[in-house]
């Protein structure tokens, strides 16, 4: 089985720095991905790992530790539109498994 | 990359109703496909994927069934709705023959079973 957890909640500042940390348990773990859902709305791609360390996109990057079963996702230069809940997910052979999502709350 | 077209966008059914969701792939051959259910406030429980033509993997026991009548179509559907069955379902694309990669979503359809 898999187990993935991450916080439910966070709050930052516009224009500051935020991490969102995710743990996971797994059996046949190929990769971990980080989506984004805005509410109402699907999920969208944000970024995958499948190797050791940092991938960097833009004001995003997603980092992972397949020894320690730990990834995050690191947001810069916050802005009101990130907004929204963060989902990490851990990938098997043919499926992903998703944690509850962390909701973010950008203030000025 | 695919797209993934879901209709409706939104979707009252009374209790005992029937239910049927489509779910079309664009922009790729012989995609994994997966229907997903989100409960209020709560992450996202793979229902079903498929890896191909008429292979339905079911992961959690209950009241709706799936079908892949085609390679990039993907079908959830429920014989009887109950309450329980209310939430935001969407379905998903992503990799191929089995193989899982990043999983791209359609719009979803919120579904309320009154």
């Known amino acids: 089985g898999q187990n993935i957890d991450q916080p439910t909640e966070m709050t930052a500042t516009e224009g500051a720095i935020v991490q969102i940390n995710c743990t996971y348990q797994?059996?046949?773990?190929?990769?971990l991905f980080w989506y984004q859902q805005h509410a109402g709305e699907a999920p969208t791609f944000l970024s995958y790992?499948?190797?050791?360390g940092l991938e960097e996109k833009g004001r995003f990057s997603s980092f992972l530790s397949r020894s320690k079963g730990y990834s995050y996702l690191l947001l810069k230069e916050l802005q009101m539109k990130d907004s929204a809940s963060y989902l990490c997910?851990?990938?098997?052979?043919?499926?992903?498994?998703f944690g509850k999502g962390t909701m973010l709350l950008v203030s000025p | 990359s695919q797209t993934i077209h879901q209709w409706p966008a939104t979707l009252v059914q009374p209790v005992g109703s029937p239910l049927s969701l489509e779910c079309t792939v664009e922009?790729?051959?012989?995609?994994?496909l997966y229907w997903y259910r989100q409960a209020a406030g709560r992450g996202l429980q793979l229902l079903f994927y498929?890896?191909?033509?008429?292979?339905i993997s079911s992961e959690v026991p209950q009241n709706l069934s799936a079908s892949r009548p085609q390679d990039r179509q993907f079908i959830l559907s429920s014989k009887k709705l109950l309450l329980s069955d209310s939430g935001f379902y969407l379905c998903?694309?992503?990799?191929?023959?089995?193989?899982?990669?990043?999983?791209?979503f359609g719009p979803g359809t919120r579904l309320t079973v009154t």
């Open positions: 498929s890896v191909g033509i008429g292979q």
């Open positions: 997910a851990a990938s098997g052979y043919s499926t992903l498994t």
């Open positions: 790992n499948v190797l050791d």
């Open positions: 922009g790729t051959s012989n995609p994994n």
């Open positions: 797994t059996s046949g773990f190929n990769g």
């Open positions: 998903a694309g992503g990799g191929s023959s089995g193989i899982s990669y990043e999983q791209y």
